[in-house]
């Protein structure tokens, strides 16, 4: 518990914001790209196994996750506010998931920004073709919204649609899975852009580790294009 409690603090400590706003030198192209990076890190990972939980169940969690970014890139120096870009996107969130019958999961997460003051509110549904056994592992599919809120000269939202695997082991469950990230945004500043669209196919691996009951803790390795994500995550999961 103590390490839960450790765990939870850290979370919620945020560091100095970055000075993020949009220079009048940045490109139509350097924006697309921008965009394309901003929706990996905004948008969340399925950070739990594909298996369903219980028609009662619930699954309550705090996770972090960072977000590399190419910091000499012309489309990061150019949104930076004149400053040096850091060269990792960290945000944390409070993810919260319902289970109901037939295999059907609904969460929702607020995240928060540890370094780049953002605000992204996740709504999602997870439903299992394959609820897993002893001898087959669990498939399922899972489709999500996210709204940005509070990113300086950025209008931002993404839609997600995911294909996930797991098999249970003891007090282990790894698990994998694809998804296709698309993102809509516009800019209000002095670069007068275009609105603009990205999609990301990003890969995932993670594993769910069950110390004792209730209690999960996941590591997880995400890759889309040139950005790389990983993510840890504490909760209570019945």
């Not at 100095?16 to 924006?31: H, I, K, W």
Request: proline share 4%; hydrophobic share 45%.
């Amino acid at each position: 518990m103590k390490k839960v409690i450790v765990f939870a603090m850290m979370l919620m400590c945020s560091s100095a914001f970055a000075e993020f706003s949009l220079m009048p030198d940045l490109t139509a192209t350097q924006f697309k790209d921008l965009v394309s990076d901003l929706s990996m890190a905004v948008t969340p990972t399925i950070s739990s196994p594909a298996e369903p939980l219980k028609t009662l169940g619930f699954d309550i969690a705090l996770e972090s996750q960072l977000t590399t970014i190419n910091s000499d890139a012309d489309r990061w120096e150019n949104a930076w506010g004149g400053a040096e870009p850091a060269n990792t996107v960290w945000a944390n969130r409070v993810h919260v998931q319902k289970g109901l019958p037939f295999g059907v999961d609904l969460g929702a997460s607020v995240t928060q920004g540890a370094n780049l003051d953002f605000t992204a509110v996740t709504l999602e549904g997870k439903y299992a073709f394959l609820k897993g056994s002893v001898a087959t592992p669990a498939l399922s599919a899972r489709v999500a919204y996210t709204k940005v809120f509070n990113i300086e000269d950025v209008n931002l939202q993404t839609f997600l649609a995911g294909l996930y695997i797991s098999k249970g082991f003891l007090i282990l469950t790894p698990y994998a899975g694809i998804e296709d990230v698309y993102a809509i945004a516009s800019e209000d500043s002095d670069a007068d852009l275009d609105d603009e669209t990205a999609n990301n196919i990003r890969g995932l691996v993670g594993l769910q580790i069950c110390p004792f009951p209730l209690f999960v803790i996941n590591v997880e390795a995400a890759k889309a294009a040139d950005v790389y994500q990983f993510g840890l995550k504490a909760g209570i999961r019945f």
